[in-house]
């Protein structure tokens, strides 16, 4: 799924108060045997948003939600901006949990720190993954609590969020925050660079004829190709 363009961003946010949440909390194994790579926003947290167990056959619409959980919950359902706390994303480095995460509607994650994979690959599928203080996370949390509908501004060219009257801002590097920008994906940015990649290729093969399989190479014959006898 190509990630749509991220410029400027409002959302409901969604506290979740939890350190260390790993990627099989996110998206627990059993969902990982699909080939599919996207409508898994269903089964995101799916131990934690169902009071009876699902698998890939399961009808999610039928299954009992656990009232306490917080995506079960208004405004939350409806949220499009997470905030958790260190280390988010630990674990194996599935992708999954970020198409999950994805799919249920996050634009953006807001947290301490987060795995390096995990990171990377909410970079590459359109999530953006922000890093804040620990400090400043207090705050948003203790703003979000007190809030009907906490909701908050990310301005991706200004790197800043807001939300409950002040500003936050945030640093990221300049390749990711263009891919985010564009809604590239790593295909896109490879097409990116096609000319200069058919001229090495051109280049190449003009000096090294024989990594093109050259006609005139014995070597390089098809196995399906007999000499007569």
């Given at each position: 799924m190509k990630p749509a363009p991220f410029v400027v961003h409002r959302g409901i946010v969604a506290p979740l108060d939890l350190a260390n949440v790993d990627t099989d909390a996110i998206f627990p194994k059993q969902y990982g045997r699909s080939i599919a790579a996207s409508g898994?926003?269903?089964?995101?947290?799916?131990?934690?948003?169902?009071?009876?167990?699902?698998?890939?056959?399961?009808?999610?619409?039928?299954?009992?939600?656990?009232?306490?959980?917080?995506?079960?919950?208004?405004?939350?359902?409806?949220?499009?901006?997470l905030l958790a706390r260190e280390n988010f994303g630990c674990g194996s480095s599935r992708e999954h949990a970020v198409w999950a995460l994805r799919d249920f509607g996050f634009r953006a994650l807001v947290a301490p720190g987060f795995a390096s994979i995990f990171a990377g690959n909410a970079l590459a599928n359109g999530l953006l993954a922000m890093v804040l203080p620990s400090g400043d996370i207090d705050v948003l949390f203790d703003w979000a609590r007190t809030q009907a509908r906490p909701e908050a501004t990310i301005d991706l060219p200004a790197q800043q969020l807001a939300a409950g009257g002040r500003r936050y801002g945030f640093d990221i590097d300049a390749r990711s925050k263009q891919a985010l920008l564009e809604g590239w994906d790593e295909i896109e940015r490879t097409l990116l660079r096609r000319d200069a990649i058919g001229a090495f290729e051109s280049r190449r093969l003009s000096e090294f004829p024989w990594l093109a399989g050259h006609p005139d190479i014995p070597f390089f014959r098809s196995t399906n190709q007999h000499d007569e006898p």
């Open positions: 898994f926003g269903p089964v995101l947290f799916d131990n934690w948003r169902y009071l009876d167990p699902g698998d890939l056959d399961s009808d999610h619409s039928l299954r009992r939600e656990n009232p306490e959980f917080l995506l079960n919950r208004e405004p939350y359902r409806h949220a499009t901006i």
